[in-house]
């Protein structure tokens, strides 16, 4: 196994943990470690994808890292605005 393979592997299993630990209740999706775990999914997965010349893959992984950050950004806005009131 080399390095883009292992880092993709890691990308993977972050996906599944995060699917996982939402369906069961232990995390929710308005939470940062949530997003987190989806953006280094991501991150994972595309370099992987690089490695291997996919670009579907890279494309859909690229959006999913971009939701996650954008989800991100606006739950720091909405915090702030809570701590303002």
Known sequence: MNIAEAIG???AILY???YFLLSIGWIKAE?????????LGAIGLIINA???????N?????VWL???VL???MLIK??????KQ
């Not at 890279?58 to 690229?62: A, F, P, T």
Request: proline fraction near 3%; glycine fraction near 8%; charge should be negative.
């Open 71 to 73: 989800a991100i950004f």
């Open 78 to 83: 909405k915090n702030q605005t809570l701590e």
């Open 66 to 68: 971009g939701i996650g």
């Open 16 to 18: 599944i943990i995060a």
């Open 9 to 11: 592997w890691t990308g």
């Open 31 to 39: 939470t940062t470690f949530y997003h987190l775990l989806n953006i």
């Open 50 to 56: 690089h490695y291997l010349d996919d670009f579907p």
């Open 58 to 62: 890279i494309i859909v992984n690229l």
